[in-house]
């Protein structure tokens, strides 16, 4: 006689077909990002079971280097992926599996899909600053463009900025051999020619480019300031920030009175979340619908 087993799940009225991913932040000082937010009130759109955790590494005391043991956990209890910032991009490398070539050619991963091919890193700071750069700047020239900071942000705007069609990149930072190397890897990557130019010359260097992209932290509210002279901003000039909080940096704001296009760093946070969700879950989120609920989070002061 053969037993059949009912159909236990099917029976209960309690069972939930919806997708469901478990994802994180993993970094220092990540309180405050509004990233978590942005992915569950996607997830929650969508249909969606979705939870971001904040996993950060000064409560765990875990330092950056031991970052393989986050991901380590996070796959054995079954995340899709992870976030990781700061001070983490780089020493992720080591712990992956696979790296998106995008990514690899900056040395920074900023988002982590845990899958059949292992562990497997991405850079959205990159693409997520090339796609708010086309949606918030359409056609402007890129021929010669300064990058200002060549940090984290910096080197992955750089790369950003040869995806969108910058032939010249010039960099500037105040630690000189921070820009050389960045300059150096851009060129390397073959797509535009670099040069690098001393913080003292930004100013000038302003009348001869198309634009500007600001990646330092200055105008941050923990940073505040600008971070060049207002008279060197022009009409004939656009000028993109990184920094986002707040939106209305002091650059934001003396660029829009001196007549250039400008853009604010929230299209950036808001499109590194957007091509991170895709990376976890398979499906395209509604990008829109994201940049709408930042512009909320941002008006309640989140
Ligand atoms: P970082 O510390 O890695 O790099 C900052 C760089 O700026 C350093 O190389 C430093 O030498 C240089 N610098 C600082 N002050 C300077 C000055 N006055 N003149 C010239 N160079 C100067 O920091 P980061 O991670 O690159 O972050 C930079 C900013 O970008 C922060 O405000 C951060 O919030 C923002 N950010 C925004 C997004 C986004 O999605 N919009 C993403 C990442 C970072």
Do not use: C
Not at 16 to 22: E, I
Not at 41 to 55: I, S, V
Request: cysteine-free; glycine content about 12%; hydrophobic content about 45%.
């Amino acid at each position: 006689m053969t037993l059949t087993l009912p159909d236990v799940a099917a029976a209960d009225p309690a069972r939930d077909d919806r997708a469901s991913h478990l994802v994180g932040l993993v970094g220092t000082g990540i309180g405050p990002s509004l990233t978590p937010a942005l992915h569950e009130r996607e997830g929650d759109a969508q249909g969606m079971r979705y939870l971001y955790r904040r996993l950060d590494l000064d409560v765990l005391g875990i330092g950056a280097a031991e970052v393989g043991r986050v991901l380590d956990a996070a796959r054995l209890t079954g995340f899709s992926g992870l976030n990781v910032t700061h001070p983490a991009k780089q020493t992720v490398l080591a712990h992956l599996d696979r790296i998106d070539p995008d990514a690899a050619v900056l040395g920074a991963v900023n988002t982590v899909v845990f899958g059949p091919d292992g562990a497997v890193g991405h850079n959205t700071d990159r693409s997520g600053f090339a796609r708010s750069f086309r949606r918030g700047l359409p056609g402007v020239p890129v021929d010669r463009v300064l990058l200002l900071g060549a940090g984290g942000a910096g080197a992955a705007v750089a790369h950003a900025l040869t995806d969108v069609g910058v032939r010249e990149l010039l960099v500037a930072d105040a630690d000189r051999a921070r820009a050389e190397a960045l300059a150096a890897a851009v060129r390397e990557a073959g797509r535009a020619t670099t040069a690098v130019v001393g913080t003292g010359d930004v100013e000038d260097t302003l009348r001869r480019v198309d634009g500007l992209v600001h990646a330092t932290p200055t105008g941050m509210a923990a940073h505040p300031g600008i971070p060049v002279a207002p008279d060197a901003l022009h009409p004939g000039l656009w000028v993109a920030d990184v920094v986002y909080r707040p939106l209305a940096t002091a650059l934001v704001t003396a660029a829009r009175a001196r007549g250039a296009r400008v853009l604010d760093g929230g299209g950036m946070a808001v499109f590194q979340a957007v091509d991170a969700f895709r990376h976890f879950t398979g499906v395209e989120p509604d990008a829109g619908r994201m940049l709408a609920h930042f512009a909320e989070l941002v008006a309640a002061g989140a």
